[in-house]
């Protein structure tokens, strides 16, 4: 039976925010309504002032199902993340399942499984399901998006050091809280929300496709250097601070960490031409401020940078260079380079000659690394 035959309680709310996604929006909604459930439901559509005609598809829809659909048009663009707010707020179900105009379901039972698996278990806050990952220009295959090892059960610490939700997966109880300002300007609203929602429980997962999400050149994502996606992350970092208890300070800090060196050291693209201590200098000075970076965990970080130079080193036949770089990480870090495999390292580094003396050649090679302004501290 379809959502309109039923009487009762609003159960479900489904969220669609898009803007200019006429090519991709009918297989959107087609996928909501096509849902069999035994629950009243609605849909709720947010449209940013789109100029695809994607409008024009949002009203006819809305004239083919009045009872079911609700739209919130816009005069003028306000931006992706005051449209998924507002969307969010119109909201009156029980539970909220979030899509996006350009993403759809694949499974017509999604949302009435996942509402027997909250309904029986009141004690899990979000659930979520896999998703395929499909690049419209199909330059790549598609694939899975949660890993094969996903837990079946994850808490908000989880969702602290990244996200691992697919946007068109999540269903998660309706709180009633107003959601918090910052969220209108954040970079982005799916992670910083699921967060905010873990807090009042745990995370389920089924291993199930239900979805597709899908990249394409119209993405908001494909509109942000590295740099932009760094300092927006720590911005919503920052915030999430305010809103979780201080004992997560650590768990903040690793997340923020392990980013910096993927941004600004990515192991799949490290030139170590490039690597010059101003390079260092440079890629310190984004680090976010809300967030000081002193002592131990500054040395730990440099150390992990000197690290990942080394290694591209090593894969660019650079062995001096890369001895150089690993003498430079153990004068930050001797305790963490070790745990991190330094002699596998210089092993490979040192291709046949003795570690000992391949390292002293290294340090040599390594003053000039010393006196750079990066090491101070």
């Known amino acids: 039976m379809t959502a309109s035959q039923f009487r009762g309680p609003l159960k479900v709310s489904a969220r669609v925010i898009t803007y200019n996604h006429g090519a991709f929006i009918r297989q959107a909604l087609d996928s909501v309504l096509a849902q069999r459930v035994d629950f009243r439901s609605e849909l709720v559509i947010g449209d940013d002032c789109s100029t695809d005609g994607t409008r024009d598809i949002i009203l006819e829809y809305q004239r083919r199902h009045p009872e079911r659909i609700r739209v919130l048009l816009s005069e003028r663009r306000f931006g992706g993340r005051h449209n998924f707010v507002r969307t969010l707020q119109a909201c009156q179900g029980e539970y909220v399942a979030l899509l996006d105009g350009?993403?759809?379901?694949?499974?017509?039972?999604?949302?009435?499984?996942?509402?027997?698996?909250?309904?029986?278990?009141?004690?899990?806050?979000?659930?979520?399901?896999?998703?395929?990952?499909?690049?419209?220009?199909?330059?790549?295959?598609?694939?899975?998006?949660?890993?094969?090892?996903?837990?079946?059960?994850?808490?908000?610490?989880?969702?602290?050091?990244?996200?691992?939700?697919?946007?068109?997966?999540?269903?998660?109880?309706?709180?009633?809280?107003?959601?918090?300002?910052?969220?209108?300007?954040?970079?982005?609203?799916?992670?910083?929300?699921?967060?905010?929602?873990?807090r009042r429980g745990k995370i389920g997962y089924s291993n199930k496709v239900m979805g597709v999400y899908r990249i394409h050149g119209g993405g908001l994502s494909h509109s942000w250097t590295n740099e932009q996606y760094f300092a927006g992350t720590a911005t919503i970092l920052a915030h999430v601070r305010d809103e979780i208890d201080a004992s997560y300070e650590p768990v903040l800090r690793g997340t923020l960490s392990r980013l910096w060196l993927d941004v600004f050291f990515p192991t799949d693209?490290?030139?170590?031409?490039?690597?010059?201590?101003?390079?260092?200098?440079?890629?310190?000075?984004?680090?976010?401020?809300?967030?000081?970076?002193?002592?131990?965990?500054?040395?730990?970080?440099?150390?992990?940078?000197?690290?990942?130079?080394?290694?591209?080193?090593?894969?660019?036949?650079?062995?001096?260079?890369?001895?150089?770089?690993?003498?430079?990480?153990?004068?930050?870090?001797?305790?963490?380079?070790?745990?991190?495999?330094?002699?596998?390292?210089?092993?490979?580094?040192?291709?046949?000659?003795?570690?000992?003396?391949?390292?002293?050649?290294?340090?040599?090679?390594?003053?000039?690394?010393?006196?750079?302004?990066?090491?101070?501290?």
């Open 102 to 198: 350009d993403d759809y379901w694949t499974s017509n039972d999604k949302l009435q499984s996942q509402v027997d698996f909250l309904d029986s278990r009141r004690d899990y806050a979000i659930v979520f399901h896999d998703a395929l990952v499909v690049y419209e220009d199909g330059e790549r295959g598609s694939h899975r998006y949660c890993e094969p090892d996903q837990q079946q059960t994850s808490s908000m610490i989880d969702l602290l050091r990244g996200n691992f939700i697919p946007a068109c997966s999540t269903m998660f109880r309706r709180s009633g809280e107003k959601v918090p300002e910052w969220l209108h300007e954040s970079l982005f609203g799916d992670w910083p929300l699921h967060i905010l929602n873990a």
């Open 269 to 377: 693209q490290l030139d170590h031409h490039l690597l010059a201590p101003a390079k260092m200098q440079a890629a310190l000075e984004h680090w976010p401020s809300k967030f000081p970076l002193e002592g131990l965990q500054r040395r730990q970080l440099l150390a992990a940078a000197c690290v990942r130079v080394a290694r591209a080193s090593i894969s660019a036949g650079e062995r001096l260079q890369a001895g150089a770089w690993l003498m430079r990480a153990m004068q930050y870090d001797y305790a963490s380079v070790r745990r991190w495999g330094f002699w596998s390292l210089a092993a490979k580094a040192c291709a046949g000659r003795r570690p000992a003396e391949w390292l002293r050649r290294g340090a040599r090679h390594a003053v000039h690394v010393s006196k750079s302004r990066w090491d101070s501290r």
